[in-house]
């Protein structure tokens, strides 16, 4: 079967819900190549740096973005690409705020010093043990459940390329996720899918072969697991085409997607 633009749904179909588009303020929207640290200073949405003590004792940095809202909201952990905490990491969280979630980016960097300076966070991150960033992670989730202002039976996570594959590594290792969404990252161990709870989205890019090759394999591993698992390959596009803003439709319908599936599995 063409799998151009093609959407696969291991478990139920798709819950009918209102169109829900990336929010777009004075400056623009994700979908185009910007000043990053511009929209960040133009937010309407709440954002701020926290400290938080992980489960070994050292103490990890984020940004945390909250959404105006007088109830709880949901929450979602924003999972940075390779190269650290950047400002788009930012501006994304503060995209989850603006559609009525509180969105926290950790730096998982912070027990190296913090993406902020690294001479070399591609290598940093590249020796970071896995169960140390799972150690973060769930400090991280500590985190958010201890605050007022979160429903803490609606806690999703998201993650981009190397991001991508912690978020659904994770998805592994904390069962009390509600949602996982995989952007353009590889699948952890299949033997290990079958520990996870969270319905997990994917999206990938039609020319990221490095990616897709294997997609086949994890989609019957999750299949075989009784696990849901639903992925689109977005067509035209390439590997990190969310930060990359290209093919602009695409980004849009990619975002459409992943905000369609966070109302179906967390209820905002």
Not at 236 to 257: I, K, S
Request: proline share 4%; glycine share 10%.
């Amino acid at each position: 079967m063409n799998t151009r633009g093609r959407t696969l749904v291991a478990a139920g179909a798709l819950v009918a819900v209102g169109v829900l588009a990336l929010a777009v303020r004075s400056t623009g929207s994700l979908t185009a190549q910007q000043d990053y640290g511009a929209r960040l200073e133009a937010a309407t949405t709440h954002g701020e740096w926290v400290k938080y003590t992980g489960v070994a004792g050292d103490t990890v940095v984020a940004y945390i973005a909250y959404p105006e809202r007088s109830d709880p909201a949901p929450a979602m952990i924003v999972i940075h690409e390779i190269y650290g905490l950047s400002d788009w990491v930012r501006v994304v969280a503060d995209d989850f705020a603006s559609k009525g979630y509180v969105a926290i980016a950790p730096d998982l960097l912070s027990r190296r010093g913090g993406s902020e300076g690294a001479d070399d966070a591609r290598r940093l991150i590249r020796d970071l043990p896995p169960d140390s960033i799972t150690v973060d992670l769930n400090a991280t989730f500590s985190y958010l459940r201890s605050l007022k202002a979160i429903r803490g039976d609606a806690i999703g996570v998201i993650g981009f390329c190397w991001g991508g594959s912690q978020s659904f590594r994770y998805a592994t290792n904390n069962s009390d996720l509600k949602a996982a969404v995989v952007c353009y990252g590889s699948a952890p161990d299949l033997a290990t899918v079958g520990k996870i709870r969270a319905p997990v989205l994917g999206v990938y890019a039609e020319n990221d072969a490095r990616i897709n090759a294997n997609l086949p394999d994890v989609e019957r591993a999750m299949q075989e697991a009784g696990r849901a698992y639903r992925y689109t390959i977005y067509p035209g596009a390439g590997h990190a085409f969310l930060r990359r803003g290209a093919p602009a439709a695409e980004v849009e319908r990619a975002w459409r997607d992943v905000f369609r599936f966070l109302a179906e599995q967390l209820g905002n």
